[in-house]
Nanobody
Framework: QVHLVESGGGSVQAGRSLRLSCVVS????????FGWFRQTPGKEREGVAS???????DYADSVKGRFTISQDNAKTTVVLQMNSLKPDDTSIYYC?????????????????WGQGIQVTVSS
């Protein structure tokens, strides 16, 4: 069992930055990839950023150049740095982990999820 707890969400104006953190605990040997996803009401959960055990990353086109995913060496914290935020980035953001070392934005490749955290960007 892997436990994920997100923090750092909130409300900001467009153009500003937020930093989301995900603290990982439990059976961390089963956490070979990490991802950040987001979901708004009535829409599918979409992958935003992913990082694997080798540090290889993948990003959704909508956030490339604005968001950066990183993890500490112990893989106990995963960070999503979000810059130049837009109102379209408003969503609930979820941290997730999966057992295979390959960055992917497909939610079916993740088997443990955090509870989610709200990010609101106003114009």
């Amino acid at each position: 069992q892997v436990h994920l707890v997100e923090s750092g969400g909130g409300s900001v104006q467009a153009g500003r930055s937020l930093r989301l953190s995900c603290v990982v605990s439990g059976d961390t040997y089963a956490a070979a990839r990490f991802g950040w996803f987001r979901q708004t009401p009535g829409k599918e959960r979409e992958g935003v950023a992913s990082i694997d055990c080798l540090g290889i990353t993948d990003y959704a086109d909508s956030v490339k150049g604005r968001f950066t995913i990183s993890q500490d060496n112990a893989k106990t914290t995963v960070v999503l740095q979000m810059n130049s935020l837009k109102p379209d980035d408003t969503s609930i953001y979820y941290c997730a982990t999966g057992p295979t070392c390959m960055a992917t934005l497909s939610k079916s490749d993740y088997n443990y999820w955090g509870q989610g955290i709200q990010v609101t960007v106003s114009s």
